[in-house]
């Protein structure tokens, strides 16, 4: 069984930055696909970005192009997202998610298979 486990988040004043990690274990060898999403209270859940398994592609939301920036460290099994110039409206639950088996470059939640528990990150304004 996969599991995913978020750290870094945080509260941060409006033009902050907060670097997000998830770190996969329970299946060694294995290539995925890492992503995150995020979902605030009240509010769908949202793409924020997605990165292919050797980090060659990545695909990013259109609300955070620009400021936040996917990238891993297979070595860890690690996938971090740095959050640069945040708003208050990126105030939400970000959530960690890997894609074993789902199709390549999917950006929906249900492309993918691992998900984390989810970090707060709250930003004041």
């Known amino acids: 069984q996969v599991q995913l486990v978020e750290s870094g988040g945080g509260s941060v004043q409006a033009g902050g930055s907060l670097t997000l990690s998830c770190t996969a274990t329970?299946?060694?060898?294995?290539?995925?696909?890492m992503g995150w999403f995020r979902q605030a209270p009240g509010k769908e859940r949202e793409f924020v970005s997605r990165i292919s398994w050797d980090g060659a592609n990545t695909y990013y939301g259109d609300s955070v192009k620009g400021r936040f920036t996917i990238f891993r460290d297979n070595a860890k099994n690690t996938v971090y997202l740095q959050m640069n110039s945040l708003k208050p409206d990126d105030t939400s639950v970000y959530y960690c998610?890997?894609?074993?088996?789902?199709?390549?470059?999917?950006?929906?939640?249900?492309?993918?298979?691992?998900y984390g528990q989810g970090t707060q990150v709250t930003v004041s304004s």
């Open positions: 329970g299946r060694a060898g294995v290539r995925f696909a």
């Open positions: 998610a890997a894609s074993e088996f789902g199709p390549p470059g999917g950006l929906k939640w249900a492309a993918f298979d691992y």
